[in-house]
């Protein structure tokens, strides 16, 4: 990481709400991404990739999380994020000091599941924030009164965790 990220005293993760075509979601987690250098990673951050992005968001963010998230969703990204996905009026902003807890909201903000986001499900194992909407305080509109069916990416689903499925009780 670089030293001006490394030694400030305030660092705060500034993205756009939008889907990724393979991280399902990028918001503050992901954002932290462009804090290294890519003189060290490659372009666009290939080792980073080839390693797997959800381990390394993650691992950025347990060397180096943001203090603050604020996400500008006042127009979001819906589809084939970053590059090629289309605008989407979402009117809204949000923000919060646990990043897990925001990106968890911004995911059910556009209609995916978090627990289908990968990087969102290890940062929860690495207790890096919540991620369980019921423990997470929010002031505020509601998410029900404020929540869009954002298109997904195409063949986002190969990228998604599998939803697990409550098993019967044993007699």
């Known amino acids: 990481m670089s030293r001006t990220v490394l030694n400030a005293d305030v660092l705060i993760s500034l993205p756009k709400l939008k889907m990724h075509h393979w991280a399902g979601v990028t918001l503050s987690l992901k954002n932290l991404f462009g804090t290294l250098p890519g003189i060290c990673y490659g372009w666009p951050k290939n080792e980073l990739h080839w390693r797997g992005i959800p381990h390394s968001i993650v691992d950025i963010s347990c060397t180096r999380g943001a203090n603050l998230a604020i996400v500008d969703g006042i127009i979001g990204m819906e589809g084939d994020g970053p590059l090629h996905g289309k605008a989407k009026h979402a009117g ?80």
């Open 92 to 171: 809204l902003l949000m923000m919060g000091v646990d990043q897990l807890a925001v990106d968890a909201t911004g995911a059910r903000l556009m209609g995916i599941p978090p627990e289908r986001i990968a990087t969102l499900v290890y940062a929860a194992a690495k207790r890096i924030g919540r991620m369980a909407e019921a423990e997470i305080p929010q002031l505020g509109e509601t998410i029900a009164s404020l929540a869009q069916k954002f298109e997904w990416p195409p063949m986002i689903e190969r990228e998604l965790l599998a939803v697990s499925q409550p098993q019967p009780a044993a007699s």
